[in-house]
T-cell receptor
Framework: SQQGEEDPQALSIQEGENATMNCSYK?????LQWYRQNSGRGLVHLIL?????REKHSGRLRVTLDTSKKSSSLLITASRAADTASYFC?????????????FGQGTELSVKP | ETGVTQSPTHLIKTRGQQVTLRCSSQ?????VSWYQQALGQGPQFIFQ???????GRGNFPPRFSGLQFPNYSSELNVNALELDDSALYLC????????????FGEGSWLTVV
């Protein structure tokens, strides 16, 4: 079963604009990871945020985590056409055996030049 | 480039046949997980191997089985293939079995006809 839910399911923006994607989850977590997937390809790791962290930055990416609301957001600033991809959040629940990640269904981002 | 390599990249099998997919983990990683991703869905956890032992399993039937070798590479075997097994199969590796960044390979596309 999917623990995470991404919102929106699809997002279309112009190059240069910011893109914000949200993720909600159900159970307490050790950490949350964001991934990008280009069509038909593997998952590229973007950022990991641990349950005791509230915000992390990596280049044009900013991730926030609110454990009280069981939610996270991914902000991509100054988007580029190359950012077009599907974005997934994945949670490592404290109840999981073996470090299993639970994925949402993803947000499909389209950045128009 | 994640250092996780999978083979084959694409294959077509007939219903009822058996398939073996292979994965080499990133250097220094002793944990390998396998995920199934159906078209338009997020990846679903199949199982994880840690130091050659199964260390967690998702909601998949016993005809999905695996192995991890002393060099930490891994195989996913699926017997009695069904049409619904058609999916992208992703291998992921990490250091230790929980709490760390998990890196994915490019996946193996399986089509069952």
């Amino acid at each position: 079963s999917q623990q995470g839910e991404e919102d929106p399911q699809a997002l279309s923006i112009q190059e240069g604009e910011n893109a914000t994607m949200n993720c909600s989850y159900k159970t307490s977590i050790n950490n949350l990871q964001w991934y990008r997937q280009n069509s038909g390809r593997g998952l590229v790791h973007l950022i990991l945020i641990r349950s005791n962290e509230r915000e992390k930055h990596s280049g044009r990416l900013r991730v926030t985590l609110d454990t009280s609301k069981k939610s996270s957001s991914l902000l991509i600033t100054a988007s580029r056409a190359a950012d077009t991809a599907s974005y997934f959040c994945a949670t490592d629940s404290i109840y999981n055996q073996g470090g299993k990640l639970i994925f949402g269904q993803g947000t499909e981002l389209s950045v128009k030049p | 480039e994640t250092g996780v390599t999978q083979s084959p990249t694409h294959l077509i099998k007939t219903r009822g046949q058996q398939v073996t997919l292979r994965c080499s983990s990133q250097s220094g990683h002793n944990t390998v997980s396998w995920y199934q991703q159906a078209l338009g869905q997020g990846p679903q956890f199949i199982f994880q191997y840690y130091r050659e032992e199964e260390n967690g399993r998702g909601n998949f039937p016993p005809r999905f089985s695996g192995l991890q070798f002393p060099n930490y590479s891994s195989e996913l075997n699926v017997n009695a293939l069904e049409l619904d097994d058609s999916a992208l199969y992703l291998c992921a590796s990490s250091q230790e079995n929980s709490g760390n960044t998990i890196y994915f390979g490019e996946g193996s596309w399986l089509t069952v006809v």
